[in-house]
């Protein structure tokens, strides 16, 4: 589901348009910037060093992104989960038809979409990945989906964001919407394998089932699933899968990753980081959490963007 210089001029306060204060995903105002400082994420220093104008439209990508996360992952009904996502839809549909902004976000996304080119589809590929969580909900939460269906929700809620990243990034080209493709996978898939514990209380399971099976896994209750003791030979074999995605990603830019592409450099490196370190505590104890601290980050960000970036 991102941010980014050294000197942050806060964007305008972010706030959602769902149009009851009680609907899901309705905050009280941020910026963009606390939104992200205040997440934690991975990402935070790879786009923190960002120069101003491409910060400021990926601390607004993500925003947005944590609007509508939010609505899908917060109690309520899910018939007013869709309608709140229904206002987002409608809400980009009129930046790209002349609308004017109606509220801050979407003034400052509008500002991103006019300067880099932002496409519309991959803004309404992030609210379909978010209907799908919603969708699973209905039927008792997204379990066990087979793996074109998973592969078509990473598409959706992770290769979106690459698709629009690379174009703050200035680069568009096949290779690197490749690259934009493959990561985005390799990272939500690792997100996948770290958040195994949190999503079992959303009653969510996006471990693939034929990669259950395959290990002797039957059913699909998240709280059965991970208790069996086959679950890590599972985790392992999607492990492979995500080791598969980064390097097809690697390979795309090969040779190319010290330019305007150094930031979605780091992240590769940061999440292959934690990937490795998944593998190695091994799906033992799921309540552990494995991360990569914001030092170690912001030292994997400014070795990037200095031209050298270390080891994945």
């Not at 935070?44 to 939010?70: E, G, H, Q, T, V």
């Not at 991103?112 to 589809?121: F, K, S, V, W």
Request: aromatic residues 6%; glycine residues 8%.
């Amino acid at each position: 589901m991102t941010p980014p210089p050294l000197e942050t001029a806060p964007l305008e306060p972010v706030s959602t348009t769902s149009p009851d204060k009680n609907a899901p995903g309705r905050t009280p105002p941020d910026t963009a910037t606390s939104v992200t400082a205040k997440s934690g994420s991975t990402f935070y220093w790879p786009m923190r060093l960002l120069p101003a104008s491409k910060r400021a439209a990926m601390f607004a990508i993500y925003a947005f992104c944590r609007r509508i996360d939010d609505i899908a992952d917060e109690p309520g009904e899910p018939a007013d989960k869709r309608a709140a996502l229904d206002v987002w839809r409608r809400d980009i549909r009129d930046l790209y038809v002349g609308g004017a902004p109606g509220s801050p976000l979407t003034a400052a996304l509008k500002g991103a979409i006019e300067r880099y080119g932002l496409p519309r589809a991959e803004f309404e590929a992030l609210i379909d990945g978010m209907a799908m969580d919603v969708a699973g909900e209905e039927a008792g939460g997204m379990q066990a989906p087979d793996l074109d269906t998973l592969r078509l929700y990473c598409r959706r809620v992770a290769g979106a964001v690459g698709m629009l990243a690379i174009r703050v990034f200035d680069r568009a080209d096949p290779a690197t919407e490749r690259f934009a493709l493959a990561l985005g996978e390799a990272l939500q898939l690792t997100n996948i394998l770290r958040d195994l514990a949190e999503d079992a209380e959303l009653r969510r399971l996006y471990l693939p089932r034929e990669l259950l099976r395959a290990v002797g896994i039957q059913g699909n209750d998240p709280d059965e699933v991970l208790a069996h003791p086959a679950l890590p030979k599972a985790c392992e074999a999607l492990a492979d899968l995500a080791e598969a995605r980064f390097a097809e990603a690697r390979s795309a830019i090969a040779g190319q990753a010290r330019g305007s592409l150094w930031a979605a450099t780091a992240m590769m490196v940061l999440y292959h980081r934690l990937l490795k370190r998944l593998r190695a505590a091994g799906w033992r104890d799921l309540k552990a959490r494995v991360r990569v601290g914001r030092r170690e980050s912001a030292w994997v960000a400014v070795r990037c963007m200095l031209g050298i970036p270390p080891a994945g």
